[in-house]
């Protein structure tokens, strides 16, 4: 079979050269992103702020005693339960674990590799060559514990840690399907010690294409690599998410 270098195809070798730092944070959150509205004036700043002020309003709402209270705490403690994970447990074989459950009698080889080269749907872009995958694999998510393990990891950093995580898991794209599935999931866990009810990243009408604009912004597959839309759109979704369950709670945030 021809390589996709000898079809004239684009690859994504390049961006995942062994001397690259998948993992960092030497970009910034944008302030005005394209998919914002004009009268729109909350920055990065604002949105940080109060994504954490919106999670601690959820936090003090499940501790009151009524009857809907506890029916939230309920909801958060299973959240918690299945979300919060030791970081060490946090590895390509918890990937493999998650996709065999979501693909099972769904997609072919769940939880398995795959062994073929595989196309992006709209782009004239292959990815990675299977035979890469385990090691690029290993080292992904080598560098995110790494990463995620300081104790002192602050919301802003660990939002774009996520989105490099999430561009170059989707760039390996080490399943034949589902690869999207999966990594929106593990941002849930990458995440759970941040928010107190999992993240969505579809919180609205128009957000799919906004994430998948965002992600070939990103360039993962070029030598630059520029994920400040993606991250900035993580950020919009984990505040979006948190207004939306004080809303559907009926929690006071206006103090």
Same mark, same amino acid.
């Given at each position: 079979?021809?390589?996709?270098?000898?079809?004239?195809?684009? &690859?994504?070798?390049?961006?995942?050269?062994?001397?690259?730092?998948?993992?960092?944070?030497?970009?910034?959150?944008?302030?005005?992103?394209?998919?914002?509205?004009?009268?729109?004036?909350?920055?990065?700043? *604002?949105?940080?702020?109060?994504?954490?002020?919106?999670?601690? %309003?959820?936090?003090? %709402?499940? #501790?009151?005693?009524?009857?809907?209270?506890?029916?939230?705490?309920? $909801?958060?403690?299973?959240?918690?339960?299945? *979300?919060?994970?030791?970081?060490?447990?946090?590895?390509?074989?918890?990937?493999?674990?998650?996709?065999?459950?979501?693909?099972?009698?769904?997609?072919?080889?769940?939880?398995?590799?795959? &062994?073929?080269?595989?196309?992006? %749907?709209?782009? #004239?872009?292959?990815?990675?060559?299977?035979?890469?995958?385990?090691?690029?694999?290993?080292?992904?998510?080598?560098?995110?514990?790494?990463?995620?393990?300081?104790?002192?990891?602050?919301?802003?950093?660990?939002?774009?840690?996520?989105?490099?995580?999430?561009? $170059?898991?989707?760039?390996?794209?080490?399943?034949?399907?589902?690869?999207?599935?999966?990594?929106?999931?593990?941002?849930? $866990?990458?995440?759970?010690?941040?928010?107190?009810?999992?993240?969505?990243? *579809?919180?609205?009408?128009?957000?799919?294409?906004? $994430?998948?604009?965002?992600?070939?912004?990103?360039?993962? *597959?070029?030598?630059?690599?520029?994920?400040? %839309?993606?991250?900035?759109?993580?950020?919009?979704?984990?505040?979006?998410?948190?207004?939306?369950?004080?809303?559907?709670?009926?929690?006071?945030?206006?103090?």
């Amino acid at each position: 079979m021809e390589s996709p270098e000898q079809r004239g195809e684009g &690859t994504g070798q390049g961006a995942l050269s062994s001397e690259r730092s998948m993992i960092h944070s030497k970009f910034d959150l944008l302030d005005r992103p394209w998919w914002k509205p004009s009268f729109d004036e909350r920055d990065a700043k *604002y949105l940080i702020l109060n994504a954490k002020r919106l999670q601690h %309003a959820i936090s003090l %709402a499940v #501790n009151e005693n009524e009857n809907n209270a506890l029916f939230w705490k309920g $909801y958060i403690d299973l959240h918690r339960e299945h *979300y919060q994970l030791e970081l060490d447990r946090f590895t390509p074989s918890f990937a493999q674990q998650l996709h065999r459950q979501i693909g099972n009698g769904l997609i072919c080889n769940a939880g398995q590799y795959r &062994t073929r080269y595989v196309m992006a %749907a709209q782009d #004239n872009f292959v990815y990675i060559a299977h035979d890469l995958i385990e090691n690029k694999m290993n080292e992904l998510f080598r560098q995110c514990r790494e990463k995620f393990e300081r104790t002192d990891l602050q919301l802003e950093e660990a939002i774009k840690y996520e989105a490099c995580f999430l561009a $170059y898991f989707l760039l390996i794209h080490p399943f034949i399907n589902g690869n999207g599935r999966v990594t929106r999931l593990l941002l849930s $866990y990458l995440l759970s010690r941040f928010t107190v009810v999992p993240l969505s990243l *579809y919180t609205g009408a128009k957000t799919r294409d906004m $994430y998948l604009q965002c992600l070939r912004e990103a360039q993962w *597959y070029q030598e630059s690599f520029k994920p400040s %839309a993606l991250a900035t759109f993580i950020l919009e979704c984990v505040y979006t998410t948190s207004y939306n369950i004080c809303v559907v709670m009926d929690v006071n945030i206006q103090n």
